[in-house]
Nanobody, 121 residues
Framework: QVQLVESGGGLVQAGGSLRLSCAAS????????MGWYRQAPGKQRELVAG???????NYADSVKGRFTISRDNPKNTVYLQMNTLKPEDSAVYYC???????????????WGRGTHVTVSS
């Protein structure tokens, strides 16, 4: 069984910073792409940032220059450093990973349960 567990969310004032972490666990798993998505109330879930196993990254235009995604492959962990936070960044942030193993013979899409980020003005 594969689990993705996020941590690091919370309440922060505008202009502040938060660092999200997501650790994947499971037996004999291999992780390909990883990423962070977010969903604000009444809005669709959107991609915030993604990173390949080799470390290539992509970002939503709204977070470029403020957020940085990184990963630690031996630890099966992905991070999201969020700086200069704005109230519009408030959302539930979800970790996503393409995972081979843990009962799947192909790279299956896995999701965490989400962590809340609230940015006050």
């Amino acid at each position: 069984q594969v689990q993705l567990v996020e941590s690091g969310g919370g309440l922060v004032q505008a202009g502040g910073s938060l660092r999200l972490s997501c650790a994947a666990s499971g037996r004999n798993i291999v992780i390909n792409n990883m990423g962070w998505y977010r969903q604000a109330p009444g809005k669709q879930r959107e991609l915030v940032a993604g990173i390949t196993r080799a470390g290539f990254t992509n970002y939503a235009d709204s977070v470029k220059g403020r957020f940085t995604i990184s990963r630690d492959n031996p630890k099966n962990t992905v991070y999201l450093q969020m700086n200069t936070l704005k109230p519009e960044d408030s959302a539930v942030y979800y970790c996503n990973a393409a995972v081979l193993g843990g009962g799947s013979s192909y790279f299956a899409d896995r999701w965490g349960r989400g962590t809340h980020v609230t940015v006050s003005s």
